[in-house]
């Protein structure tokens, strides 16, 4: 009996030392937001203080005479998802990038929680206070969920609307690969997890995962996502969202867009399947779909050229 409770207790303290490993190699202790707005600010980069506690940042830049795009990235990501599309159509356009509460650089108080309609009421909010002219509107992911629900809710601030393999229809089948992340947010465990600890490992897996060429996934992209989850209180924001209610679209609702509309999808994308994004493209009165064979689920990133020209011929037609 002392035998075996002798190797219990080496066993006990083996799977301790290997908690503890775990956790020295893994936690991921808050970047203080001086340092990542040092690193990642620019002269283009600006903040506003909205009503609801939110330090929202933004970047600004392109041909401030020209017509204005506003730049929704999705969840987790951040306004530098949208840097090959500026760098194609910043002698054209006017350019505003934003950063939702709990991504980027922008700051929000203790307790937000992510929810659709509460950013696109937010976009407003934003526009509002920056007396922005009407302006043509592009989100990717869960940033073009909150696209297509601002269009809803405040379509007299659109010329236009862009969605980029939007989070919209609930899925007809099961996604064929939901990146480990995903799963353990699943779980009440899992979040509280996530909320702690450096997250590269699961980014890396996750965004390989989300994209047709896994060689655009470089140790700099993952790096640079990590680090602004890593923002004070950013991961517990990342935390809060109902990933059930990213896909909350019904005809009835899609069919209320009235702005021109261009639906973009990678035909790669096993995150949002392509049927949700034809369903859009049916639903919105004379939208446009182009569906990018060989690209996933971020073509903003994969094919930045010719996804960024495809905006501007359809922008120049309208």
Known sequence: MRFFLKVAGILIAVIALGLLAAWLK???PDIPYAVLEKKYGSEASHFVDLPN???LHYRDEGNAAGPLLVLLHGYGDAFTSWE???AVLRD???LISIDFPGHGLTRAPQGYRLDGDELADLVDVFAARRELPPFALAGNSMGGGVAWRFAVRHPQRLKALILVDAAGFAPEAPPKEMPLAF?????P???QILARIDNAPLIDQGLKADVYDKTLITPALVARWAEFQRAPGHRDILM?????SQAAATTAVIAQITAPTLVLHGQSDVLIELRSSQRMAAAIPNARLIVYPNVGHLPQIEIPQRS???VASFLKEI
Do not use: F, T
Not at 240 to 244: K, M, P, Q
């Open 26 to 28: 893994y936690r991921g």
């Open 53 to 55: 506690g939110v330090r």
């Open 84 to 86: 090959g599309w500026v």
């Open 92 to 94: 054209r356009y006017r």
């Open 183 to 187: 799963k353990i947010l699943q779980y």
């Open 189 to 191: 465990i899992g979040r």
């Open 240 to 244: 809060s969202v109902n990933l059930g």
């Open 308 to 310: 960024a020209e495809d």
